[in-house]
């Protein structure tokens, strides 16, 4: 298996985001440098891991598969809701969105004791 093949599946498994290799390696239980070594080929792909690589593929699609079923119900869900409650939802104008915000910002600054804060450096 190739260093690219080994990269394109350690990233639909564990993210592209930073840390990306360390989450491979804690998913295969192998350690950060071996990973490593096998994403530059200095170290081969061994039966053992890659037995450990196709289970963690399957395992990691079939969590996919119920993720995607559970966002597509809701989305479902939501897209009827949204489509016979939009017109009853409450609309603001601007003025009543900018007090209703002035408000909670208060409520916030008194929770926080900053409440007078403003006039005390003047």
Known sequence: MSPEKIKKIAQLLAGQESGWQSRFAALLGISRGYAHNLLTGERPVTGPLYLKIVISIRKRAEEYRERAAELEAMAAELGEATMSDVASMPKLSKAEYDSQTDEA??????????????????
């Open 105 to 122: 910002m208060a409520i916030i600054d008194e929770m926080a004791g900053l409440s007078g804060s403003k006039g005390d450096d003047e």
